[in-house]
Structure formats: C-alpha cells, structure tokens
C-alpha cells in the first residue's frame, strides 16, 4: 500500500463536508481553500503538486509535476496536513458550494479515475492527482470540460465534490449514455468519451443547451451531477442587480416601492 490508508467521515446533505481521521504520522493532502478546521496535533505544511513524487525527484521533478496542474486550473501548490502527535486526530475539508462529496476508493477502481479539472477535494498521501489529455480533436474543441481532465492514480482514497445531486450509472459493455458536458463528475478509466453534435437547426439556435453534448460509452461507471457550478453562477449573474442598483422586479408598476413592502430593503 504506497498511499496512507486513512478513515473518514461525510457530514452534511446540501453543503457537506469530510472529517479525515488520521493515525500518527499519517497526510493527507487538499486544494488550497478547502480546509475547513482540524485539531491541535496536526501541522499544515505548503507542498509543490500533490506531494506524490515529493521525495527523491529533486528541484526539476517537483516543479514539473506541480506545473502540470496549472494546465488544469489549479494552482501549482496544495496543502499536506500531517498528524504529528502520539494519537489519531481529525482535520475536515469542506465543498466549496452546494452539492455532494463522492469517497473514490482507487482499489476499486483499477487505480485510476478520471474527472472534470477543479472537482478534486482532497486525498491521502500518495495518490497522484494529474492530467488526463484528450486524443480526439472534437472533445477537445467542443467539450465543456476542455481538452483537459484531471485524472487520479494511485491506490489510497480520494474525494471529488459535485454541484447538487448525484447520479451513478454503472454502463454494460458498448452501453451509451448521452450527458450534458458541464454535468460530468467523473468516470473509470474503461469509459469511451466524446463529444456529438446535437443537429438541427432548431436544437442548435433555440434549444438553449448548446451545440454539443457528451457521449459515454461503457463498460464502466459514470457519476454525473444536476448543477454544474457554471450553470449555478449564469443564473446568480443573471439575477444580479444591474448597473444603479436596478433589480429585474423593479420594471413593474411599484418598482423600487415594492422592494418596501415585500420586505426585500437593501439600504
């Protein structure tokens, strides 16, 4: 067993966060901004990368492996927490909005999962958090996920978030689904993925779902989430106040008065 073997607890329905119980000596490692509180015996410690090829790759290998993960929108350092005292002790990482913590026990997964950049929460010690590179130009183009996806190997436990609720297909062999890009969390390494287009010119102009969407093709198991964070923030956008302050109620015939009587007082 490279990676440490850790216990863990999931806390929460819509807003969850993981409680990481570590034995003496034992890491775990996390995005930056994650962390949410831990106990007195664990010390924080800032790492290049995931902290998998820390040791014995010298300067250039650790600086490799970090700049890796600015290809996936992450930044180039992430968090080891390590439990230096004499008995077990917790440390919690929340999500970063609504939605639900997926445990990823690699051992299950022949090693490998492969997910959307940014959906990565934390992991133990060992396992290796990298890139996953598309070999089909169409995906790479068109798919909401970019020509890029992380991709973690390794044999220990990791933790992805999603937005909302999530889905688990497991497909047959040469079983499709077909996904909104921007609603995949993650799959096994046996899934084919790509990228169709949607057809017609009504689809295309007024469907309002975009141009294309994501085929998956099994065997293997797919998790797909309800709320992509990009969907959530277009709405939020959509439902700011404009420039002077105007809110989209505010056309009616009381306007700013009705923000008065319904109680909405933004002084």
């Known amino acids: ?3 440490h073997e850790i216990d863990y607890q999931i806390f929460g329905e819509e807003m969850q966060y993981v409680e990481i119980e570590l034995d003496p000596q034992e890491i775990v490692i996390a ?11 664990i010390q924080m410690e800032t790492i290049f ?7 014995g ?25 390590l439990n230096q005292g004499n008995t077990k002790s917790k440390v919690s990482f929340a999500s970063p909005y609504p939605g639900k913590i997926l445990p990823i026990d690699l051992t299950e997964f022949q090693g490998k999962f492969i997910c959307q950049k940014s959906s990565f929460l934390c992991a133990a010690k060992g396992v290796s958090v990298g890139i996953e590179f598309s070999q089909k130009l169409g995906r790479g183009l068109f798919g909401g996920e970019g020509f890029i996806m992380q ?3 390794g044999d220990g436990m990791a933790f992805v978030h999603s937005g909302g609720t999530m889905a688990k297909k497991v497909l047959g062999h040469g079983e499709v689904i077909k996904v909104d890009t921007g609603c995949i969390i993650g799959f096994t390494k046996d899934v ?17 779902e975009g141009l294309f969407y994501a085929t998956l093709k099994g065997p293997g198991t797919v998790y797909i989430q309800s709320l992509p964070f990009s ?10 106040p404009r420039s002077g302050g105007n809110s989209r109620e505010e056309g009616s015939l009381l306007g700013g008065l009705g923000n008065l009587l319904d109680g909405d007082n933004r002084f």
């Open 1 to 3: 067993m490279q990676a």
């Open 31 to 41: 995005e930056a901004g994650s962390f949410m509180m831990m106990e007195n015996n």
């Open 49 to 55: 990368g995931d902290g998998s090829q820390q040791q």
């Open 57 to 81: 790759s010298g300067l250039f290998g650790k600086l490799l492996n970090a700049g890796k993960r600015v290809l996936t929108g992450e930044s180039l350092f992430m968090t080891a927490f």
């Open 151 to 153: 991709k973690i190997e």
């Open 192 to 208: 084919d993925y790509d990228i169709e287009f949607i057809g017609g010119i009504k689809n295309s102009i007024f469907g309002g």
């Open 231 to 240: 969907r959530l923030a277009d709405r939020i956008i959509a439902s700011a």
